[in-house]
């Protein structure tokens, strides 16, 4: 599959070249093509989701799609650039003749001309582009639920009829004609409302225009909200009215009807199209008219049944699977011929993994584990990236092919440091919220790792592998390879109960792989519940293979001289460790002969307290001399997939006293019966000492579960899934 | 003015609102003028009129700000924007020139390519074809 860029102008969100990009980079994926957003423009707050075209590495078969909106400086740019060039018309270009000689003078420049309506694909044919292909918009419906609207935010004066119009579908040349509806509007109902949603953008002569509009009461510009703000005003409206001419696509007015408010629609460009026969579209701007006419579809329950039900009918025809659908035949051409896959002996699998090696993680070690076992039934490549750090994603390790543990590992720079401060400020604002696509992805390029020749090597190489496992949902990394590739996919989640899962992008993430293997069956239950729609999974987890250990080789190395509660994974707020510090102090505290606490892994914070040994990093022997030794094993963490310490711990024949705010670890105590779950300094005391009193029998239930949790089960439920891919492509 | 929809009678809408109009004493005002005609845009005429129309940027279209305004703007900022506009002239100057010499070059070669492909001996895709027809040199063994 092609490379495929696209080029805008700016990046301002609200602005339909800039909404349309984003949408199409979603869809674009989901046909194997990756691709980056860039502008000419690019904003830094943007960055680094959307990049700037002088940093985009070009090759001569890369595609770039130049989103064109009016005349403009990109036009020049998208003539020289030394690759494979499209367009996409994105406003039509009927009023303005420089539009149209830049549209003109791309024709014979440009090997394809996408068109969102077939309104847009006749302008592009009178300017003189022969291989113009017409693909279908669509609108993300969900999104705009009853249940998307914060409540009260922002407020709408209610039992008043309100009136929606996206400032940016005004007539940039007439303006004032909104004005002209709400004077006539008034007339009517003095207390109407004229809501102007968005930015004023493409306006000639905003001044006068604001001018004239502060005069009139009633009319309020609220300016480009967030999305969830939107979807308030729009579902708190009474109408949407959209005076525009040169729409190409219809797409503001189906944000409307997916938020089940009438549309009264000025009938050109895509509108007559769009709405093909839903919602009211009117043929002449007669003010006087239209007035009548809102206030009559306002104030007429009947009537304004009859519109939203004709209007959710047609927004069928604007799912993202219709779009999808289009665009594959519009975008055949990139495709390219499809690369030979030969019938082999071992079927050849990439393993896909935000970092790989020795990397303190627990979806990373599960997907070491995995390799080193089904290197024997696969032909295995890992691709990941260059980062060891999780925190940082800094390229630490070198790039290209190497070997670990006998298997090939292809490790490719990651393009953007993650810096904490930054995510965890835009984690702050977005989570909780509802948000639109482009806010989600933004998010998701932050949380990172951004690894283009990753990607790349997928768009243009994933034709050769015949299956792939990806590992954990939430990082860019799998979020934007999944989609590419999914048909052939096994997602291992890894998902956790927490405010990233609840992002609708994640949706394609965990409906479009061929199958998820999850690790418990509370992990199940959580996916179950947020995608209802998600691809066949199945309860796999991970295998125990217990390891000797000598307590006093760990006691005498690390100087420890007491009995001790033992944890090993990262050492890190997310993982609950303050909490735990905090517990034990108190445990510390108040017992005469308290255990010691010893924390393995790496750290990101400072570990102290009486009685606390923090070692750092371990080796495997190590980690089950320090096992073999242990009162009980800890899990702090609240958020966890499947804890391979607690597994570890019960084939060690150790207790585990767990975080009772996990779901999985609960569950994982609960079915084993070999240890007690914590939520406060008192309850962690209480574990502790009941784990004391009771060891043995606990510590046989543990070895009785851990004796179920076979590699050899594992190994053959992965071979058995990705045989089902191999035989039925 | 005509209703599109199908989810209500058009006709029957409009004369009901028509009807409401005229109990208020309102008779449909006047149409909109059309929109400009949508004819084809030959970009290179387009361009040279427009740099034509524009390269005098002391001559700007009518401004929308008020002439008190501007004039108290000419009075406090008048040195500071005679360089700007003398830095502007002296682009619009280049933009022009290379303009012009680009679109001298395009009209020669494609004067050049029309002439070439009058004589049906140097077409370029015959002079391809003869190079194909060459016999291959013989790789040593």
Redesign the interface.
Known sequence: MAVVHQLLLRFRRGEPATESAIRLSALLRRLGHWGELAALEPPRSEAPWVRSLGSLRLRRTDWVLGHHAGASALTARLLLLGCRRGLVLDVLPSADPGSRAQLAGLASRVELALAPSTAAARALERAGHRNVMRFTPHVEADRFGQDRAPHGRPRLAPGRPVVVCDAGSLAPRRPEEVLAFHRELLRLRPDAQLLLLGRLHALQGVRPFVRQAVRLRGLRFLGQRAHDERVAVLRGAQLFLSLAENDASGESLLEAMAADLPVLAFATGAVPEALDGAGVGFTEKRFAFLAELAVQLSESPALRERVVEGQRRRLGAFSAERAEKSLRVALATLAGPTLPRRRRRRPRVAVLVQRYGDVTGGAEALARSIVRRMSRHWEVTVLTTCATDHLTWGNTLPAGSSSVDGARVVRFPVRFQREMPVLNALSRRLFGRSLDRGEEERWVALQGPLVPGLWRHLSEEGGRYDGFVAFTYLYALTAWAVPMVGARTLLVPTAHDEPPLAFECYREVFERPRGLLVSTPEELGLVRRRFPHHARARVVGAGVERRPGDPRRFRRRHRVDRPYLLYVGRVEAGKGIPELLAFHRALWASEREPPALVLAGHASLRAEGPGVHALGRISEQDKWDALAGATAVVVPSPLESLSLLALEAFAAGVPVIGNAHSDVVRGQLRRSGAGRVYSDAATFREAVQAVIARRAPLARKGRAFAAKHRWSNVVQAYRQEMKRIVEEP | ????????DGGR?AK???A??TARG?T??S??AP??D?A????HA??VQ?LEADADPVQAPPS??PGLLRGLLRFAAGGVLEELLGRQRAFNAHVRDLAAQLSAEVIELRQRLAELERQPGKRPADRAERRRAKPRRRTPR
């Open positions: 003015m005509k209703l599109l929809g199908r989810s209500f809408l009901e609102v028509r409401r109009l309102i449909e005002d149409p909109d929109l400009d949508e084809p845009v030959d970009p387009f361009l427009a929308a700000s």
